[in-house]
T-cell receptor, first 111, second 115 residues
Framework: GIQVEQSPPDLILQEGANSTLRCNFS?????LQWFHQNPWGQLINLFY???GTKQNGRLSATTVATERYSLLYISSSQTTDSGVYFC?????????????FGGGTRVLVKP | GAGVSQSPRYKVAKRGQDVALRCDPISGHVSLFWYQQALGQGPEFLTYFQNEAQLDKSGLPSDRFFAERPEGSVSTLKIQRTQQEDSAVYLC?????????????FGEGSWLTVV
């Protein structure tokens, strides 16, 4: 099946700093989503972005499908940005919305 | 309800016990998924329903795992003869439509510990 790798595995930021999280995937996809898992375990959808660039407040994401990677940018980080960020992809042959998740990037934003 | 609801939130089972985990998706959502998340890892796909039809169960780890959605709304994930390696968070998710562009909404999960 499709492989998803995220880097870095862990990230410690000072409040106000910017950061970039990367997601590499091994095959063509028609579905790519970024999620944030808060410390209580709730997964929140941030972006649906199989290609192109999107922005939502301090977060933005870019997917270059032809090169099989996606980037999530966090600007002016806040302590509430702490948690685990997951990239999840759906291969073209996947049924419905089936997603394969990466291992996540654990982000800690210090005040 | 407003979101995906799962119950129980926490379950401690003795090894060999059967457990049933319930998921109430967002009303009207066609697609329903179950994922398993071990500590420190990303969620792993278990099974997918489109209405009442189970279209993909390729992620179920063994025949001890069984899922159903008989009326196309509420779903139950059943684990028979639980083992310690079944300890994980079981996440349910739903989406309105069938295609990849539909936003997926996750519940808060059922945390299962097998002792």
């Amino acid at each position: 099946g499709i492989q998803v790798e995220q880097s870095p595995p862990d990230l410690i930021l000072q409040e106000g700093a910017n950061s970039t999280l990367r997601c590499n995937f091994s095959d063509s996809v028609n579905n790519l989503q970024w999620f944030h898992q808060n410390p209580w375990g709730q997964l929140i959808n941030l972006f649906y972005i199989p290609s192109g660039t999107k922005q939502n407040g301090r977060l933005s994401a870019t997917t270059v499908a032809t090169e099989r990677y996606s980037l999530l940018y966090i600007s002016s980080s806040q302590t509430t940005d702490s948690g685990v960020y997951f990239c999840a992809v759906g291969g073209i042959k996947a049924a419905g919305n089936k997603l394969t998740f990466g291992g996540g990037t654990r982000v800690l934003v210090k005040p | 309800g407003a979101g995906v609801s799962q119950s129980p939130r926490y379950k401690v089972a003795k090894r060999g016990q059967d457990v049933a985990l319930r998921c109430d998706p967002i009303s009207g959502h066609v697609s329903l998924f179950w994922y398993q998340q071990a500590l420190g890892q990303g969620p792993e796909f278990l099974t997918y329903f489109q209405n009442e039809a189970q279209l993909d169960k390729s992620g179920l780890p063994s025949d001890r795992f069984f899922a159903e959605r008989p009326e196309g709304s509420v779903s139950t994930l059943k684990i028979q003869r639980t083992q310690q390696e079944d300890s994980a968070v079981y996440l349910c998710a739903s989406s309105l439509g069938r295609g990849p562009g539909n936003t997926i909404y996750f519940g808060e999960g059922s945390w299962l510990t097998v002792v």
